[in-house]
């Protein structure tokens, strides 16, 4: 095992990961300058420290914490009524945006398996050492 271990290394693979995954969201419009970051940060990454198990449960956080983010900034969804709408003069209607739900979903899902899945090995690691 090389390079620094622990929370402060799942933090950096998460955050690459989270990058990455912003890029590949956005990748019609902020994606295009996301992604050079995303790539120097999981070489930073892979060269400072380890890879098992903070690289694959720092790729779920980062992730699922991306997918969060999508969920906040859609919180304000309106679904459109079915049909034609006839509005009278002066009145607004607004509606669109994604579901967040969904994200909302698997934003959790992801960052607890990720965050529980580095708790689960960490103790499983620490015991076998131990004994």
């Known amino acids: 095992m090389r390079g620094s271990a622990g929370w402060p290394a799942l933090g950096e693979w998460a955050l690459a990961f989270g990058l990455l995954a912003l890029a590949g969201i956005g990748a019609m419009s902020i994606g295009i300058f996301v992604f050079p970051f995303a790539i120097v ?46 509005l009278a003069h002066g009145q607004h209607f607004s509606c669109g945006g994604f579901d967040p739900v969904p994200w909302l979903t ?20 620490l015991a076998a050492a131990a004994t």
């Open 41 to 86: 940060a999981l070489v930073l990454a892979a060269r400072r420290d380890r890879g098992w198990p903070e690289a694959p449960t720092g790729a779920l956080v980062g992730f699922g914490s991306i997918c969060l983010f999508v969920a906040f900034r859609n919180r304000a969804y309106s679904p459109c009524p079915p049909g034609p709408m006839r």
């Open 106 to 125: 698997i934003g959790i899902l992801l960052t607890v398996a990720g965050i529980g899945g580095y708790i689960a090995i960490r103790r499983t690691h």
